[in-house]
């Protein structure tokens, strides 16, 4: 899979209306979940506890959080494009997010990303980025929303 090469505003803005790419799958494990409920202090048996949601959960075992399933964003965009001369980038928002489906654990998943919207703050674009994040085998998307991102670029 080759990433998409994009080096200033026009050529991002040429993908307005656009899916950008899709990355490689990632499987969630349960070491993940158990890190991330380390690093967020969110010890939901859910989550951290395989014995007890195999037998008291609908799911048959762990979950993984929302926000971990959201946090593995940056990564995954990063194996579809590669955005050059800038000098930096500013995580700005996230909007009309659903978390429509739970991550199992061991399921696999992987970002789908089209442009919505690029507009030029003098100088600084702001990104509008419809992503998906799909689980492999599941017709219903872990999530879906408009993630804004703030491109510095260099010239």
């Known amino acids: ?6 080096r200033n505003f026009d050529e991002f803005s040429a993908f307005i209306g656009r899916e950008i790419g899709t990355s490689g799958y990632h ?3 349960q070491e ?3 890190l991330f409920a380390k690093a967020t202090l ?3 048996w859910i989550h951290i506890n395989p014995e007890r949601a195999r037998e008291e959960s609908p799911f ?5 959080h929302g926000y971990l399933t959201l946090s593995l964003i940056p990564y995954l965009w990063d194996q579809i494009a590669e955005v050059r001369n800038y000098k ?3 995580n700005y928002g996230i909007e009309d997010l659903r978390f429509n489906q739970p991550v199992r654990v061991n399921d696999q998943v992987r970002l789908r990303v089209a442009l919505k919207n690029i507009t030029n703050l003098r100088g600084i674009a702001k990104a509008e980025m419809s992503v998906t994040m799909e689980i492999k085998e599941n017709p219903r ?3 879906s929303g408009t993630i804004l991102f703030l491109y510095h670029f260099t010239g």
């Not at 899979?1 to 994009?6: F, G, H, R, T």
């Not at 048959?60 to 993984?64: K, N, P, R, S």
Request: charge should be negative; charged fraction near 10%; avoid cysteine.
């Open 42 to 44: 969110d010890f939901q």
């Open 27 to 29: 499987t969630i494990t």
């Open 32 to 34: 993940q979940i158990d």
């Open 141 to 143: 998307p872990a999530f």
């Open 88 to 90: 930096m980038l500013v």
């Open 60 to 64: 048959g075992g762990t979950i993984a």
């Open 1 to 6: 899979m080759s990433k998409v090469i994009i």
